[in-house]
């Protein structure tokens, strides 16, 4: 194992919700990046930078922070893992309990769906 400590690069990062440029050297990497994480500790050395990219191998890095590169997880299975978990019964049960539940085509589906996301938005927060 090496003793070298991690080169530092030049990072620009332009975000707003929904979007972010960011550079590594004035080399444009958003395009490949789902998310990021800056964590600086203002009484340590540089900032840590790391990416969530799609394509760990398709990116490039140079610039003045440590550098670390996350493969970001598919979330399939833990959707799977969270769907395998709902009782069917409970989950009809509460949609059509909704106070929102109206009679326009597709609105038990609809229901359903926000009744979900509610319930992983609990979990989420458990």
Not at 10 to 19: N, Y
Not at 85 to 96: D, F, G, K, M, S
Not at 102 to 117: N, P, S, V
């Amino acid at each position: 194992m090496s003793d070298q400590q991690p080169t530092a690069h030049g990072v620009r990062i332009d975000a707003q919700p929904g979007s972010a440029s960011i550079r590594l050297d004035g080399t444009e990497v958003g395009h490949d990046v789902i998310g990021y994480t800056l964590q600086h500790d203002v009484h340590g050395s540089l900032p840590q930078l790391v990416l969530h990219i799609r394509q760990p191998a398709s990116a490039t890095f140079e610039g003045l922070a440590h550098v670390a590169v996350a493969d970001q997880p598919d979330p399939a299975e833990t959707i799977r893992t969270f769907l395998c978990a709902v009782n069917p019964v409970q989950l009809e049960q509460a949609a059509l309990d909704r106070d929102d539940l109206d009679d326009e085509r597709y609105a038990l589906t609809r229901a359903m769906l926000t009744q979900l996301m509610e319930w992983a938005d609990e979990r989420g927060a458990a």
